[in-house]
């Protein structure tokens, strides 16, 4: 039992030599980072324009659905079945549009976000050289912590000031 209190004490001891730590939210510096945000508003324009001429397709077929049902009592089998067959290549076509916008926009986010990331992550060593600190967590990697230790408005400034060169990728 003695052992266990001498380690106890020693590794107590150890805590009150603990290195200095931060944290950083980078999804509350995402939501702040103001060139970010207007490309997003880009992005949400594009999504928006898309979706709205994909929704006239889609009622488009809706209708074109309703048509060839009501038709099936007078077409024989080979036409119903060949009008059958061609309303799915178009849905097929019109499933193939909205992956590749969905596709677009995933790619353009994690283009830009990766480009933050960076500068993220260049601005933090900068942070933790000026101010002496050791370790970085995080919000996936603690549960709680003072705010007196959240370095994130420091970065979200830096960035603010930064020209990031946050762009568009070209639609292919």
């Known amino acids: 039992m003695k052992i266990y209190i001498i380690i106890f004490i020693c590794f107590a001891s150890s805590i009150s030599f603990a290195q200095k730590i931060a944290t950083i939210e980078l999804s509350y510096i995402f939501q702040n980072i103001k060139e970010y ?22 009622e488009n077929l809706i209708q074109l659905k309703k048509e060839i049902q009501d038709q099936k009592v007078i077409l024989n089998d080979q036409e119903y079945n060949k009008q059958i067959t061609e309303y799915k290549e178009l849905g097929d076509i019109f499933t193939k549009k909205v992956d590749t916008i969905n596709i677009y926009l995933q790619e353009n986010i994690e283009y830009n976000e990766k480009i933050l990331l960076e500068e993220i992550s260049k601005i933090v060593t900068n942070i933790i050289s000026d101010a002496n600190i050791s370790l970085v967590f995080n919000e996936n990697q603690y549960f709680i ?12 400034d830096e960035l603010n000031k930064k020209k990031l060169n946050l762009k568009i990728i070209e639609n292919k």
Do not use: A, T, W
């Open 37 to 58: 945000q207007l490309l997003l508003d880009e992005l949400e324009n594009f999504k928006k324009d898309n979706y709205d001429k994909l929704k006239l397709e889609e």
């Open 145 to 156: 912590s003072s705010v007196d230790l959240d370095i994130s408005n420091l970065v979200i």
